[in-house]
């Protein structure tokens, strides 16, 4: 495998997690919202977690989408 089919199965593999992320974060972002307004029967703690969640998801999307920046900035013409 050549450097350049390397990147390139590299960038697909990141887009791949990127997309399980996007999802991941809506739906944490959903559920927050959701039971933020309904005044729901979790705890203030888990109310927090939830948003922790949310957080570290948006940490490691950023932290992929700079590696794919990178990956991409690398690649042979």
């Given amino acids: 495998m ?11 593999f990141l887009h791949y997690i990127s997309n ?6 809506a739906c944490a972002g ?5 039971l933020d307004s309904e005044g729901s029967q979790l705890s203030e703690k888990d109310l927090e977690k939830l948003g922790k969640l949310n957080t570290s998801v948006k940490k490691i999307f950023l932290a992929l989408k ?12």
């Fill in 2 to 12: 050549d450097l350049n089919e390397y990147i390139l199965k590299d960038r697909e």
């Fill in 20 to 25: 399980q992320l996007v999802v991941t974060q």
């Fill in 66 to 77: 700079e590696r794919k920046e990178f990956v991409s900035r690398h690649r042979q013409s």
């Fill in 30 to 34: 959903y559920l927050k919202k959701k």
